[in-house]
């Protein structure tokens, strides 16, 4: 609706769109013609083979091209601990579906067991600093060491083009090695002037690369005056102090984390749409918005309030191109801490989720990029979050200050009545 252009669709170029053919699972037209073989499986982990949503048991049929059969019924005679699982296809195909439904069974994800029996090295767990450097160094690398690199929101995975597999063992500590500089943790003041220092250090996107990257931002004082010691990753600090010394002269200072090779999954011509759209976004917003190839985030460039309209319009683009990629859930405004968790806990379990998750406080959203899988995981434990907070909360809007006066009571006497009476915690 901002863009006075005439365009295809909703945002792309005539003809443009998403391709259709990432993500799902299918298994309909897998197993056929081949065998039928059981595998007992105990019947408390019939959930990890099927997954959150059937996820699990999708990546397993797309990855084995075997159809997997769970069955509700147990036959009379059967073990009512154990369930008997159903796999169709040929003798290899079931071979290899069993090797990834025990890889499964050890907590193992299914790309991850498949990609390890096609003879790939992971390297997991890897912070989104690391990721954003991997993603620029990726080609590089790919090139010099000939092996293939797929990158996953926070693992990667390495195959040598040649089935060496101490040429991708080889790339992987050539990665580390690369990758230990800006993992390297250290402690740097940056000077904020006092009168806005409160409001820097509380701004959305410093916050967002706190709870991305395990980051501390404190505000201290010393005798060059005022300034917010951050102390985390050699990466991140770098990535901290730009965003407080744009902050501090009155520019924008956001950026929108992405899933690494999003735009690899884009047709040429779709890509080309959107590079069309994100210049009429630039233009109509007026912010400067930056994607390096290969990079993991968006950056914004500008006055305060064009770079966060500029955030929001580039999320429902990308919503546009990468249906199943990409969401954003916008949260009642109250429960933004209920949702983090305490001490942002749930935020980091997650992160740990596989998809890209940034929450920003200020807009009450959350921001979610990552394969179909990892994203519909998320969003499925944030709404059952929200139904938590309805359940558990309520939100009264006062019609003026007398009013909470008058529920505060004389020292605090009616809030504390009623907080014993009920018993709630009234804020």
């Known amino acids: 609706k901002h863009f006075p252009v005439a365009m295809g669709g909703k945002y792309g170029g005539k003809g443009g769109g998403p391709g259709g053919n990432y993500g799902g699972g299918g298994g309909g037209a897998y197993g056929l013609g081949g065998e039928t073989e059981e595998m007992d499986v105990d019947d408390r982990d019939i959930g990890r083979i099927v997954g959150r949503g059937g996820c699990n048991i999708r990546d397993l049929q797309e990855g084995t091209k075997c159809k997997i059969i769970t069955p509700n019924k147990r036959g009379d005679n059967d073990d009512p601990s154990l369930r008997k699982v159903i796999i169709q296809g040929t003798k290899e195909q079931i071979a290899r579906c069993k090797e990834a439904i025990n890889g499964v069974l050890m907590g193992e994800e299914p790309k991850d067991v498949l990609a390890q029996l096609d003879g790939a090295v992971l390297i997991k767990n890897i912070e989104p600093m690391s990721m954003g450097h991997l993603a620029k160094i990726k080609a590089r690398i790919e090139q010099d060491m000939n092996v293939r690199i797929e990158l996953d929101a926070r693992s990667a995975r390495i195959w040598s083009k040649d089935n060496d597999h101490d040429k991708a063992i080889d790339a992987k500590e050539k990665i580390e090695e690369e990758m230990e500089d800006i993992t390297t943790v250290d402690t740097l003041t940056v000077s904020v002037p006092a009168n806005i220092v409160n409001q820097v250090i509380n701004d959305s996107a410093l916050r967002q690369l706190q709870d991305q990257t395990g980051l501390t931002a404190n505000v201290c004082k010393n005798d060059q005056g005022t300034g917010i010691r951050l102390t985390g990753l050699s990466g991140a600090i ?3 102090k730009a965003l407080i010394e744009r902050r501090s002269t009155g520019e924008g200072a956001e950026f929108l984390a992405l899933m690494p090779g999003l735009f690899a999954k884009l047709q040429p011509k779709a890509y080309s749409d959107f590079q069309r ?13 930056t994607i390096a190839e290969g990079s993991n985030r968006a950056d914004f460039r500008g006055g305060p309030d064009e770079v966060r309209h500029a955030k929001s319009e580039l999320q429902k683009i990308l919503h546009f191109y990468f249906p199943q990629e990409c969401d ?5 405004p109250e429960s933004v801490d209920w949702v983090a968790g305490d001490d942002d806990r749930e ?3 997650l992160q740990n989720a596989g998809a890209v998750i940034a929450l920003d406080r200020a807009a009450a959203t959350m921001w979610m990029c990552g ?4 994203v519909e995981q998320v969003r499925n434990r ?15 809007k006062l019609h003026s200050r007398e009013s909470g006066w008058a529920i505060i009571g004389k020292g605090g006497s009616t809030i504390r009545e009623l907080q014993t009476s009920t018993p709630a915690r009234i804020d």
Do not use: C, K, Y
Request: proline letters at 5%; glycine letters at 2%.
């Open 238 to 240: 770098q990535e901290a």
């Open 382 to 396: 944030i709404r059952n979050s929200l139904q938590r907070w309805d359940r558990e909360h309520a939100v009264i």
């Open 371 to 374: 394969n179909p899988r990892s």
């Open 347 to 349: 935020l980091m379990r």
């Open 277 to 289: 759209d994100l210049s009429f976004l630039m233009q109509n917003t007026g912010a400067q918005v």
């Open 328 to 332: 954003t859930i916008e949260l009642p």
